[in-house]
């Protein structure tokens, strides 16, 4: 850990170096850039899915991206050191948003999992994935061993585990897993022995075995037992597998063409302007189409790889860790669901896939990555 900081520290600009254009403008390009284009590309596509569907969601869609990008800013022009100070109060809101979902939230894909107001809705798990890591970040920096103990773990992961049992409780398995990746990018960075990692694994292994016996609903064993045996039920719950995978496969190379798509158009492909509009996507584009989306993707990752090797302190490093990891795994899981190489759960894709309160929640991490970059400049 004390490596990587000397190392970011070492790519600071020389105080007496000549003014460049990337001093002038302090802004990571590739990953705003590549950012943009994504929620561009996901407007096109949520236009092409909901094309049967009625109108109102390419609309919508676009008030959330306008959103999106004014959160974006804000979460850029607050010192993210004055977050991390409120993290505290932040993940106790966001705790507390969770709770009230029982009390007065709203039924939406089978969990209650939405607080709002007539048709305007919103999920806290977004704006609670946001205050976990900001307070992992808080919590993390402070310690200054280079690895860290078991005991440190144990609050670490304390502190991701009360979101996650909150919003299983909902039910809604899939937003509750993508804590753990925030967590677990967090501790890579952070330092771990070989053999707490060992411990770790075990007790993962009983708690999925706990959750498998007495967390999960029927229908979420179902998906899973459909995803070892899809040929058990192809017109039931391996349905949407199934025509997912017709419709990535009927792309070939250049694709079908925009809005000529015959699974999406023909509405044989359910959630194809959610979870599932990476098929469409192909299905359209071919593999030109998701070698270029990919390839976004990728500048993206690696860009915010980037600016956390060059963050100035541990708070940053831990904070864009986290995030990265966050947005990596629903790029990686959404991907692999698509074309049925893991069990299909509620995680969408990041930019590109229908949602208010998804696609605020990632404008806001892109935001915070893009703050603790600034902050190179602003604080020196």
Same mark, same amino acid.
């Given at each position: ?14 105080? +007496? ?37 009625g ?13 999106? #990008? ?8 607050? +010192? ?10 932040l ?23 939405r ?17 976990t ?5 808080r ?16 609050v ?30 967090m ?18 292994? #009983? ?5 498998w ?10 998906? #899973? ?21 017709? !419709? ?22 359910p ?16 593999? !030109?189409?998701?070698a ?8 993206f ?17 831990? *904070? ?43 404008c ?5 990555? *893009? ?10």
């Amino acid at each position: 850990m004390r490596s990587s900081s000397r190392t970011g520290s070492s790519l600071l600009p020389l105080a +007496d170096a000549p003014t460049s254009l990337r001093h002038l403008t302090p802004v990571d390009w590739g990953l705003m850039i590549s950012a943009l284009l994504l929620g561009l590309i996901g407007l096109a596509t949520v236009n092409s899915a909901s094309s049967e569907l009625g109108t109102g969601y390419l609309p919508r869609q676009a008030i959330w991206l306008g959103l999106g #990008v004014v959160i974006l800013v804000v979460a850029l022009a607050v +010192d993210y050191h004055q977050l991390l100070s409120g993290s505290p109060w932040l993940y106790a809101l966001g705790v507390v948003s969770l709770v009230l979902v029982f009390f007065i939230g709203k039924q939406a894909g089978g969990a209650q999992s939405r607080l709002g107001f007539g048709s305007l809705t919103f999920q806290p798990s977004e704006f609670a994935k946001l205050a976990t890591a900001l307070l992992l970040s808080r919590y993390l920096a402070g310690i200054k061993r280079p690895v860290l103990e078991l005991s440190n773990i144990a609050v670490a992961i304390a502190i991701t585990m009360l979101p996650v049992v909150i919003v299983s409780l909902e039910p809604d398995l899939g937003s509750a897993a993508m804590f753990l990746p925030i967590l677990g990018g967090m501790l890579l960075i952070a330092g771990v022995r070989w053999r707490t990692v060992a411990v770790a694994g075990v007790l993962g292994l #009983v708690l999925a075995a706990g959750i498998w016996a007495f967390g999960m609903h029927d229908y979420q064993r179902q998906r #899973v037992m459909t995803f070892l045996q899809p040929e058990s039920d192809p017109l039931g719950a391996g349905y949407q597998v199934r025509q997912s995978k017709i !419709a990535v496969g009927s792309g070939g190379l250049l694709g079908q063409g925009y809005m000529q798509g015959t699974q999406s158009q023909l509405r044989f492909l359910p959630a194809r302007h959610t979870d599932f509009i990476f098929a469409v996507l192909a299905e359209e584009w071919g593999f !030109a189409g998701v070698a270029v989306v990919e390839g976004l993707y990728a500048v993206f990752l690696l860009s915010a790889a980037r600016i956390a090797m060059r963050a100035r302190n541990r708070g940053g490093i831990f *904070l864009v860790s986290g995030l990265v990891a966050l947005i990596a795994f629903h790029v990686l899981y959404n991907t692999a669901m698509v074309v049925g190489l893991v069990p299909i759960t509620g995680i969408p894709l990041p930019f590109l896939s229908y949602g208010g309160s998804f696609t605020l929640m990632c404008c806001a991490a892109t935001g915070l990555i *893009l703050n603790v970059d600034l902050r190179r400049y602003v604080n020196r």
